[in-house]
Nanobody
């Protein structure tokens, strides 16, 4: 059973940076397509970034140029470097894992495993 545990959230002033981590265990495959999603209060969960089995990445337009998704060489830890944070980046951030053939798209379908989330707050 795949388990995902996020960490690194917190409160940071606008313009600041945070790096989120997602520790993975119990992988079925050697690599997975991985994604970061977020949910703001009263809003739908939305895709932020994903990285596929070939290290290709996709970003939401709202975070392009500010966020970077990456993995360690073993594929056991997923990261999200978030720079130039804005109040609208506030939300619960979740990492998710799908099978290696899952396309790197920012919809939730096909991501079978989810972490519990880590809160990011950027006060306005």
């Amino acid at each position: 059973q795949v388990q995902l545990v996020e960490s690194g959230g917190g409160s940071v002033q606008a313009g600041g940076s945070l790096r989120l981590s997602c520790a993975a265990s119990g992988y079925t495959y050697s690599r997975h397509t991985m994604g970061w999603f977020r949910q703001a209060p009263g809003k739908e969960r939305e895709g932020v970034a994903c990285i596929d089995n070939f290290a290709s990445t996709t970003y939401a337009d709202s975070v392009k140029g500010r966020f970077t998704i990456s993995q360690d060489n073993a594929g056991n830890t997923l990261y999200l470097q978030m720079n130039s944070l804005k109040p609208e980046d506030t939300g619960m951030y979740y990492c998710a894992a799908g099978p290696p053939w899952r396309l790197c798209l920012l919809n939730q379908e096909g991501f079978f495993y989810w972490g519990q989330g880590t809160q990011v707050t950027v006060p306005s």
